[in-house]
């Protein structure tokens, strides 16, 4: 498979990883186009792995990371929600989602990121271990403090409960 | 199980990961910014390869090297093919032989890094990275099936007549994903029974049918890499040659691929490029004449002939041969003695 291959197939899957990693739309687009290049340019070694996208999510999740710690604030970018539901139910579902989505933006970035792949992508702790390059144990105990986190957060209660 | 928790939680991020983007910019970006580390890479390389040769002359006699004729400027233009006519004189010879292309554009695109140049299958084409691509071919069927590889919206403005010099032809324009600047297209015949097209990042379609124009079909070059397949399987041949010159601040060769067949759906590629960084070493336990090589992925051979690493496709790019044949080719390759002079490849 080429690079180009590659990355045409897999860009709009990556670019959606990196804005739940991220939060921010134009912080995922740098993302993604900073792993995409590195990739490239070591694209004959990635090529020759069994899983050159398993590879390339590891550099961007590690790419994330990196970025995190070296954020000087710890500011959170909290998008506003677009979206306007037609009917009650459809609006307090819309509003649980919103009250979540800022919540899991408020977590730290590994317990994050261990939500997103076994939420979004569906990854089992073996492979999210792979990922983060850690034991399984230590992707159980992320993602209890996350699930802890999110649990006992007060908008819990606003939107239902957990 | 799974709790309620989360089910809204896989349903939230779902929701929040948003519509696809346009690939494209996003790879145009990537193959920009990864050449720039694949070079500084090898820079760093050189200087630490620098490092030791000035801590070895330290200790080691100077002998002087003996004089060599000066080398020519690596350029992107592929050597010339003296005798051959090009593609005016021969319009049905256009494609139909791999090293050859019956084309030059050598003034007709400026300020670009890199060129790739392929003859085979029924065409010719040179693209400058970034830049633009120039297609030849003896039908325009042929032509409209070469890939584009220049981003673009994939919203084509109705072409309209143009005349490259005193030839009749079209043009149309489309707008670059990122909305800044139109990839201008210009086809035309350039004689009977020659079709050719030419996009280019243009500011209008006065400088595209100009670059056009430019174009020469009244000569040949040859198509070459760095290296000749002395064992081909049975039956086979050369289908298709491209190779990849950049400029010499861009190291000049960087890739060169043959792919051999024997036009009944059986074929191979077989491709060399400049080691890169970090894989100077192969390790490998597979006989392939003179030299090792490694199986290092589901139908791939690989083998280091320096400055070369050398991979051989037997499936992805390629069909029906065994590794046994794949062995036997790679025995048969054989390096130039010069890579950065196309001119004596």
Sequence with gaps: MTFEEYAFART??????????????????DLVQDVLAKAYARWGRISRTDRPDFYVRRMLVNAHHSWWRRRSSREVTVETVAERPATADEAAEVADR????????????????V?????????????????LDCSTGTVRTHAKRALETLRAAPSASLTGGF | ?????????????????????????????????GRRIRLRRRVVAGAAVCAVLVALAATVPW??????????????????????????ERPDAVGADPGVVHFAADDAIGGADYATWSSGYGTESVEYLNRAR????????????????????????TPVDARVGDRPGTAWS???????????????????????????????????????????FDEARRCVVPFSLRALPAGARVLGCSVVLGTPEHDGFAEGTL??????????TVRAERTPPGMEQVTGDLAAGPYQAARTGDGLLEMLVRPCLVDLFLTDRGNGYTEQDGLRVLGGYLPVQDIDRPDTW
């Design chain 1, 12 to 29: 709009p899957a990556l670019f959606r990883f990196a804005r739940l990693l991220t939060g921010d739309e134009h912080r995922a687009e």
């Design chain 1, 98 to 113: 919103d009250a979540l989505w800022r919540l899991v933006l408020r977590l730290p970035a590994r317990q994050r990121t």
């Design chain 1, 115 to 131: 939500i997103v792949l076994r939420y979004y992508e569906d990854m089992d702790d073996a492979r999210i271990a792979e990922i």
């Design chain 2, 1 to 33: 199980m799974r709790t309620d928790l989360d089910r809204r939680l896989a349903a939230t991020l779902h929701a929040r990961s948003g519509d696809d983007v346009d690939p494209a910019p996003i790879v145009a970006h990537a193959r920009r910014h």
């Design chain 2, 63 to 88: 002998q002087r090297p003996p004089a060599v004729p000066a080398a020519p400027a690596v350029a992107l233009a592929l050597p010339l093919a003296p005798g051959v006519p090009g593609a005016l």
């Design chain 2, 134 to 157: 120039i297609v030849l071919a003896a039908s325009v069927e042929a032509l409209q099936a070469a890939p584009l590889r220049l981003p673009v919206a994939g919203s084509p403005t």
């Design chain 2, 174 to 216: 489309d707008l670059k994903p990122d909305g800044l600047g139109r990839l201008w297209s210009v086809r035309w015949q350039p004689g009977d029974g020659l079709w050719a097209q030419l996009d280019l990042y243009a500011a209008d379609q006065g400088e595209a049918v100009a670059a056009a124009a430019r174009v020469t």
């Design chain 2, 259 to 268: 792919i051999v067949g024997d036009g009944a759906g059986r074929w191979l």
